[in-house]
């Protein structure tokens, strides 16, 4: 059976556009609700949301399908998606909801799912929930109803989590950090974490209105926190995206640094330190010269398919901890069960605390391959494989690259585009063969 609601992260589209209506939610809700209870007949869920306006309709809509399926809920309100899967193992609920389309603009939303443990649910879980989708209704009683109740201290107890990451032996004392919150769910929690470990806090991207998450902002909008580091004369900047899961730092000089990077400089830090690193988890847009870098300190690399939750099913497979993708999710399983920004920009921060160096430092000898990326937008879920000039395309580029570089290919799992990808050492061609490619593909 195919997936025909979920994609690479929980279910995602234009709010008003099907599935992204409240009847649907109501569906979701109350299908959810029926798997959940067939291991756990009183089931409760945890469910947070970001800070889109849609959030209040999803939020209400999921709250009414679990109620009717026989199942409690606990709001959150606002809440960064790894807050939310660390409340629901420390809170042992059953189940965690995030109301998030992470870095899309506000018109979007999506719904994804934790495990009572905090981690990504698996395939099949997402196909047994289809497979109730599916299927009619089935209304508990009155009696057996679930009921709903608000959790006032959510971003308290998480603000406490993301401190007990940071080594109590460092501080950041002495540091001015920018923080960019993308208007988005940590808006009201990252500020703080960074000011309570003893840093100057600069706050921008932290007034959201419910139409501003990711608007000029944030992880995926860097530029923003490039200028106000620099304005302010900070030290270090820190940006998310609007569920606070994809992180992307700025150093004083303005200059920006990608997940890649950061994911390496967590390495050295641990290998500097003594500690076995024996893998490392990337995904198949992982910078080649980070690659190399790792495999000259006797790291090994594995590339998984792109989505964090590919990565977290390799290094659990794997026994590893560390893993990460260049947009910025990063995986340490030593501190979170899932990809954490601020969890991540602290042990950065505490890598160079700890070490006393600059980033630019940490990061000596590695030296990033240009990557060219063009989206084309395509129908939803068509298969870009039966595109015959761009297949035949592929293979004269592949073939002109040999071994000085690489060609991706794929759709995204998030939205309705192609993303034609090229790597190589010089720009100018990467940039010209991935033209090609984009032109290729947009001839069907």
Request: proline share 4%.
């Amino acid at each position: 059976m195919s997936r025909t609601f979920f994609g690479t992260d929980g279910i995602r589209g234009t709010v008003g556009t099907a599935p992204i209506t409240a009847d649907f939610m109501l569906r979701l809700g109350h299908a959810v609700g029926r798997v959940l209870r067939r291991r756990a007949p009183k089931a409760t869920v945890l469910i947070g949301k970001d800070t889109r306006v849609s959030g209040y309709m999803i939020e209400s809509a999921l709250e009414a399908g679990f109620a009717s399926a026989g199942v409690d809920v606990l709001l959150t309100g606002p809440l960064p998606t790894p807050g939310v899967a660390y409340l629901t193992r420390a809170l042992r609920v059953d189940l965690g909801v995030v109301i998030s389309a992470s870095h899309n603009p506000f018109g979007d939303n999506g719904v994804k799912f934790f495990s009572a443990s905090g981690e990504k649910l698996p395939d099949q879980w997402e196909m047994d929930v289809e497979a109730a989708l599916a299927e009619p209704a089935q209304w508990v009683d009155s009696a057996a109803l679930g009921k709903a109740r608000r959790l006032d201290d959510a971003a308290g107890r998480y603000l406490e989590f993301c401190k007990s990451t940071f080594s109590q032996e460092l501080s950041l004392k002495g540091l001015k950090i920018v923080v960019d919150g993308a208007h988005g769910a940590a808006y009201h929690v990252a500020p703080s974490v960074f000011h309570e470990l003893g840093a100057e806090v600069i706050t921008i991207g932290c007034e959201p209105n419910g139409f501003n998450i990711n608007d000029k902002v944030g992880a995926t909008a860097p530029q923003a926190l490039v200028e106000a580091v620099v304005q302010h004369g900070a030290d270090y900047g820190v940006a998310l995206d609007g569920d606070a899961d994809r992180l992307q730092m700025v150093d004083v000089s303005g200059r920006c640094y990608d997940g890649d990077e950061l994911l390496y400089a967590v390495v050295a830090d641990r290998l500097a330190r003594g500690q076995a690193v024996p893998g490392v988890v990337g995904t198949l847009m992982t910078n080649m010269a980070v690659e190399q870098a790792l495999h000259g300190r006797g790291v090994p690399l594995v590339r998984a398919k792109v989505g964090d939750r590919y990565i977290l099913e390799e290094l659990l497979a794997r026994g590893w901890q560390l893993g990460g993708e260049n947009s910025g999710h990063l995986l340490v399983l030593d501190r979170h069960t899932t990809g954490d920004g601020i969890v991540s920009a602290l042990q950065v921060l505490q890598a160079i605390r700890r070490t006393g160096q600059t980033l630019p430092a940490l990061l000596d000898g590695v030296h990033l391959f240009p990557q060219v990326m063009i989206n084309v937008r395509l129908a939803v879920r068509s298969d870009w494989q039966q595109n015959a000039t761009l297949v035949a395309e592929k293979a004269r580029v592949e073939r002109e690259l040999g071994n000085d570089g690489r060609v991706l290919i794929r759709a995204s799992g998030t939205e309705p585009v192609l993303r034609v990808m090229v790597e190589t050492r010089e720009r100018a061609l990467a940039q010209a063969l991935a033209n090609r490619l984009a032109e290729a593909a947009r001839a069907s």
